[in-house]
């Protein structure tokens, strides 16, 4: 059927977009909304890595929310299933993926950063050494893939940096269940919104990225593809006064606030003997399982 998507397709028009081999990415994704996909899931995962080539990263949200539901929670890396669609619970079970260690914000990686990525996540889902602060430092694109705006995760980033009002810090008693099947203590802090929480703008933030020309848009089948760098969301949005980021800061301070940020201050406090200005050690205190050599 002509109007059918195949790997070969998508791989070109993921190219057309600007994906280029070599790249990290952070992928969302809806599969319905590209319209028929031969071989399905697994044929834009295919074509993602096509794309990358050896020398890339393919990441994803493997979220796993039902636990937020739970007064007892145990996560299972190796079984939870991913929340987050289709083309994620095909990364997940690929033969060499990486997964993080999170109660509800674990993510899979596939690639040459694969286990750079996930090796660490730390008790809060934005950890200074964690999965989504990698993707800073390693440059990494965002695609959203039949997904608006709201479903950016990384942009959460801002909201903990600039300390908005309407989330705040707990614990969560949890669990993580080991390879080999013993379960021990998963140290949990979630970031979640409080009754002043009339929902984010992650929209509105997806659109100021689109007004500076940093977002490239274009189609993969029937689905408005979005692509842009972590980097640039991080340092535009956290600079102009928004309900995510209602603390401007230029970007000097933006960098030094996220040095300083509460959540890298409560891990060092919580979790690591660390009390030098590297933090970063300290953090490193969930080891990923492999699930799928
Ligand atoms: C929730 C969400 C995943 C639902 O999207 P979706 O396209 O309906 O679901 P999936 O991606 O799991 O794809 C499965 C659907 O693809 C469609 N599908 C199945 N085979 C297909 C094929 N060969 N070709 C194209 N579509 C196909 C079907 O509609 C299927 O739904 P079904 O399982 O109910 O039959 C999506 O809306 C979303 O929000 N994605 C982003 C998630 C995220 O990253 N969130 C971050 C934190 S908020």
Same mark, same amino acid.
């Given at each position: 059927?002509?109007?059918?998507?195949?790997?070969?397709?998508?791989?070109? +028009?993921?190219?057309?977009?600007?994906?280029?081999?070599?790249?990290?990415?952070?992928?969302?994704?809806?599969?319905?909304?590209?319209?028929?996909?031969?071989?399905?899931?697994?044929?834009?995962?295919?074509?993602?890595?096509?794309?990358?080539?050896?020398?890339?990263?393919?990441?994803?949200?493997?979220?796993?929310?039902?636990?937020? &539901?739970?007064?007892?929670?145990?996560?299972?890396? +190796?079984?939870?299933?991913?929340?987050?669609?289709?083309?994620?619970?095909?990364?997940?079970?690929?033969?060499?993926?990486?997964?993080?260690?999170?109660?509800?914000?674990?993510?899979?990686?596939?690639?040459?950063?694969?286990?750079?990525? +996930?090796?660490?996540?730390?008790?809060?889902?934005?950890?200074?050494?964690?999965?989504?602060?990698?993707?800073?430092?390693?440059?990494?694109?965002?695609?959203?893939?039949?997904?608006?705006?709201?479903?950016?995760?990384?942009?959460?980033?801002?909201?903990?940096?600039?300390?908005?009002?309407?989330?705040?810090?707990?614990?969560?008693?949890?669990?993580?269940?080991?390879?080999?099947?013993?379960?021990?203590?998963?140290?949990?802090?979630?970031?979640?919104?409080?009754?002043?929480?009339?929902?984010?703008?992650?929209?509105?933030?997806?659109?100021?990225?689109?007004?500076?020309?940093?977002?490239?848009?274009?189609?993969?089948?029937?689905?408005?593809?979005?692509?842009?760098?972590?980097?640039?969301?991080?340092?535009?949005?956290?600079?102009?006064?928004?309900?995510?980021?209602?603390?401007?800061?230029?970007?000097?301070?933006?960098?030094?606030?996220?040095?300083?940020?509460?959540? &890298?201050?409560?891990?060092?406090?919580?979790?690591?003997?660390?009390?030098?200005?590297?933090?970063?050690?300290?953090?490193?205190?969930?080891?990923?399982?492999?699930?799928?050599?």
């Amino acid at each position: 059927m002509e109007d059918t998507l195949t790997r070969t397709k998508i791989a070109a +028009a993921l190219r057309a977009l600007g994906l280029a081999p070599g790249a990290a990415v952070f992928v969302h994704s809806a599969m319905s909304s590209m319209g028929h996909v031969a071989g399905g899931a697994a044929a834009v995962v295919d074509a993602l890595i096509d794309v990358l080539g050896p020398a890339g990263t393919l990441v994803v949200p493997t979220f796993t929310f039902i636990h937020g &539901r739970s007064d007892n929670p145990v996560f299972d890396p +190796a079984g939870d299933p991913s929340e987050m669609g289709r083309i994620t619970e095909e990364t997940r079970t690929r033969a060499g993926a990486r997964r993080s260690c999170h109660l509800l914000h674990s993510v899979a990686a596939l690639g040459v950063h694969a286990e750079e990525i +996930a090796a660490f996540h730390g008790p809060s889902a934005w950890a200074a050494d964690g999965p989504f602060w990698k993707l800073h430092d390693l440059d990494a694109h965002i695609l959203l893939l039949g997904v608006p705006y709201l479903r950016c995760t990384y942009f959460h980033l801002l909201e903990q940096l600039v300390q908005v009002r309407y989330r705040s810090w707990r614990n969560v008693e949890a669990r993580v269940r080991e390879q080999d099947g013993s379960i021990r203590p998963l140290p949990t802090f979630v970031y979640s919104p409080g009754p002043s929480f009339v929902g984010n703008d992650f929209n509105k933030l997806g659109n100021l990225l689109e007004e500076r020309g940093l977002v490239r848009v274009g189609n993969v089948g029937n689905a408005v593809a979005r692509l842009f760098r972590a980097r640039d969301a991080f340092d535009l949005l956290g600079a102009i006064p928004t309900r995510s980021a209602p603390v401007p800061l230029d970007k000097r301070s933006l960098h030094a606030a996220a040095r300083r940020h509460p959540d &890298r201050r409560t891990q060092q406090r919580k979790v690591g003997p660390g009390s030098g200005t590297d933090l970063r050690p300290a953090m490193r205190i969930a080891r990923a399982p492999k699930f799928a050599d």
